[in-house]
């Protein structure tokens, strides 16, 4: 398991930036980012590679967040511009920590994104 702490959320205005920071414990295998918003299902934002290289985007949102990461202080990042009200979620950081892993199996709290109109 690694801890996982996600920070960065709040309220903005539509087509504001905003960036989500997670701080981990220790390095994983894959990390990921996941949305939920009120009444809806958790849903899979963004992901990548702990070593090495490769990120993933949802469609809704490709093109407008980006997925980073700084190793050194086992910190990932979502740098979400153009947010649009749709994006009001609670944002969750999430890490695979092996390539055997069927799943994220480490959660953060979550952090609440409230984007007006």
């Known amino acids: 398991q690694v801890q996982l702490v996600e920070s960065g959320g709040r309220l903005v205005q539509a087509g504001d930036s905003l960036r989500l920071s997670c701080a981990a414990s220790?390095?994983?295998?894959?990390m990921g980012w996941f949305r939920q918003a009120p009444g809806k299902e958790r849903e899979f934002v963004a992901s990548?590679?702990?070593?090495?290289?490769?990120?993933y985007y949802t469609d809704s949102v490709k093109g407008r967040f980006t997925i980073s990461k700084d190793n050194a202080k086992n910190t990932v990042y979502l740098q979400m511009n153009s947010l649009k009200p749709e994006d009001t979620a609670v944002y969750y950081c999430a890490a695979k920590l092996s390539p055997s892993s069927a799943s994220f199996g480490s959660w953060g709290q979550g952090t609440q994104v409230t984007v007006s109109s």
């Open positions: 990548i590679f702990w070593r090495g290289v490769g990120t």
């Open positions: 220790g390095s994983s295998y894959v």
